[in-house]
């Protein structure tokens, strides 16, 4: 059974470019999480998704970053207009089952830098 | 306001000598405690969830324990490949958004 996957795990991009990050969630996880994990911080929660709805964005800045997880395919963090401040790791995480009594799988991450 | 710190920020450990680490919270309306592994470069790694107090879990040279307000990750008689970053995270409100600590970093040396 395949874990998490992310993918690209390593983006560059000039300031002003967008980014796409792409997670896959564990066969049978329909509950997506995405967080961020800027260098000495903890991971930091952005939004969570099931399929076709976005339950809670409350962590996800309100410019520039939109999230998305369609019917088919892969859940989307799309940040557009890429700033040095967005440098950092995001994950994501899936859940069979979207309650806070119930673990998350992460991915590997992908890695953001921003020239 | 929801906070899970974790102490010390960074262990260093000889090989076989036990320690612990603290995740204390202040989370209303805790549904789960959870801990993690993080290695470098890498995704966090689910090691142990906990939901009331008193429960202990173990998994080989960790266990881990809840009281009301805290947590425990005891580390016994650990090796160098113990060597990570642990992170505690809290679950709250009803579907799952995890309140994460900001880690232990553990290296233990042979």
């Known amino acids: 059974n395949a874990g998490v996957m992310q993918n690209p795990r390593h983006l560059v991009r000039r300031r002003g470019q967008e980014a796409r990050l792409r997670c896959s969630p564990m066969k049978g996880h329909s509950h997506v999480y995405w967080y961020r994990q800027l260098p000495e911080e903890g991971l930091k929660f952005m939004v969570y998704l099931q399929k076709e709805n976005i339950i809670d964005e409350s962590g996800m800045p309100k410019e520039r970053f939109s999230a998305e997880f369609p019917k088919e395919g892969p859940s989307i963090l799309r940040i557009q207009q890429v700033v040095r401040g967005d440098s950092a790791a995001y994950f994501c995480a899936s859940s069979p089952r979207g309650l806070a009594d119930y673990e998350q799988y992460f991915g590997p991450g992908t890695r953001l830098t921003v020239t | ?110």
């Open chain 2, 1 to 110: 306001e929801d906070q899970v710190t974790q102490s010390p920020e960074a262990l260093r450990l000889q090989e076989g000598e036990s320690s612990s680490l603290n995740c204390s919270y202040t989370v209303s309306g805790l549904r789960g405690l959870f801990w993690y592994r993080q290695d470098p470069g890498k995704g966090p790694e689910f090691l142990f969830t906990l939901y009331s107090a008193g429960e202990e879990k173990e998994k080989e040279r960790l266990k881990a324990t809840l009281t009301k307000k805290e947590s425990f990750l005891h580390i016994t008689a650990p090796k160098p490949e113990d060597s990570a970053t642990y992170l505690c995270a809290g679950g709250t409100d009803s579907w799952g958004k995890f309140q994460f600590g900001a880690g232990t970093q553990v290296v233990v040396t042979p």
